[in-house]
């Protein structure tokens, strides 16, 4: 891989061997490579003298925490320790909770969706319902020009029976 | 106990667990944190945010890396999520923090290298900064690196390198002997 260094396009991978990333035949590649590279030479030696430093500034000088700052966040995990299991418990219930109202919604949409099909299927084969009222009982209810004609067709009805 | 142990005590909640993880990472992860955020005050909030969301999630480790790789991981998200909502404080304010601290602080010697290096990787992205911390200060391999960050193992190699050609016009005066040109 080459990653704009002009001078050798095996320069990634002296930092592969540098940070002992390669397998052994490789690793062995990359040496007789750099013995007789000047530029992955120069890069193999910046690279040990950047790790020393950074290893220089690590050694010694690593931030120490303090018993008292140990003693506070062992404070904290305990009662976070206490409050665990119950936030377990809660979260089991609110799984449950949601499993039932899940079933429930499910329950009720089949319901619902059986309760549509006997519908349209009574409709589809031609089946009326029809409320007969009884005419003389309500005739507010009923438009004149209708009741006069119900009574038209009961006369000729009565006409053409022998 | 190793760590296989810890984690099912720590699925149990036992209290005995807790100390043992911060006995056995606390220091390190603390030093991860120190050099991502550069004062102790944050790092102390980051490890502590770290090993509560690890405590939390505990369930959901699977083993398939390494408990103080997940824990880094872990760690690393606490820390940019700190370096984004808070104004990290600077170089200047480390020394006094670093010399407040609770019987802790740095060894005597050497401490110049310190901020020097410290504020080599100030210059760097965030993205730089934490891969060069996690290789050069904290020793991860490539394959931990890759999953801390969760990313490919080739931007690992091609972020350390460029990360580490940014460094070393500014380490290299630092550097023993003179330093190499």
Redesign the interface.
């Known amino acids: 891989?080459r990653?704009g260094d002009p001078e050798c396009d095996q320069?990634?991978r002296v930092?592969?061997y540098h940070?002992g990333?390669l397998a052994p035949d490789e690793a062995r590649q990359v040496e007789a490579h750099v013995r007789g590279c000047p530029a992955c030479t120069?890069e193999l030696?910046?690279?040990r003298?950047?790790?020393?430093?950074?290893a220089?500034?690590?050694?010694?000088?690593?931030?120490?925490?303090?018993?008292?700052?140990?003693s506070?966040?062992?404070a904290?995990?305990?009662a976070?320790?206490?409050i665990?299991?119950v936030?377990?418990l809660a979260r089991v219930i609110t799984a449950m909770a949601a499993c039932v109202l899940l079933a429930a919604s499910l329950l009720l949409w089949q319901q619902q969706a059986k309760a549509n099909t006997a519908s349209s299927s009574a409709q589809s084969q031609g089946v009326r319902v029809v409320a007969i009222k009884d005419i003389d009982a309500s005739p507010a209810s009923t438009h004149p020009t209708e009741i006069q004609l119900a009574q038209w067709i009961v006369r000729n009805l009565e006409a053409e029976q022998p | 106990m190793n760590d296989q142990v810890l984690v099912e005590q720590l699925r149990r909640s036992d209290p005995a667990a807790y100390r043992e993880l911060l006995d056995r990472y606390g220091q390190g992860l603390f030093g991860t944190a120190y050099s991502m955020l550069g004062n102790r005050a944050d790092a102390e909030d980051a490890l502590q945010e770290t090993l509560l969301a690890a405590c939390r999630q505990i369930g959901s480790f699977q083993g398939r890396s390494s408990l103080r790789t997940w824990l880094t991981s872990i760690l690393m998200n606490q820390s940019a999520r700190l370096r984004r909502s808070r104004a990290v404080r600077k170089m200047a304010p480390v020394d006094e923090s670093m010399g407040a601290s609770d019987s802790g602080g740095r060894g005597s010697g050497g401490g110049d290298v310190r901020m020097d290096v410290m504020a080599s990787l100030e210059t760097l992205s965030p993205e730089h900064k934490e891969i060069v911390v996690l290789r050069e200060l904290r020793g991860h391999s490539y394959d931990e690196i890759a999953q801390i960050l969760g990313v490919p193992r080739g931007t690992v190699e091609s972020r350390l390198f460029r990360a580490r050609q940014q460094l070393k016009a500014r380490l290299i005066e630092y550097a023993p002997h003179g330093g190499a040109k």
């Open positions: 891989m990653l320069l990634i930092h592969l940070d990333e120069a030696a910046k690279l003298e950047i790790s020393a430093v950074f220089g500034a690590a050694a010694g000088n690593e931030p120490i925490l303090g018993d008292a700052a140990m506070r966040i062992e904290k995990l305990v976070g320790g206490r665990y299991p936030l377990r």
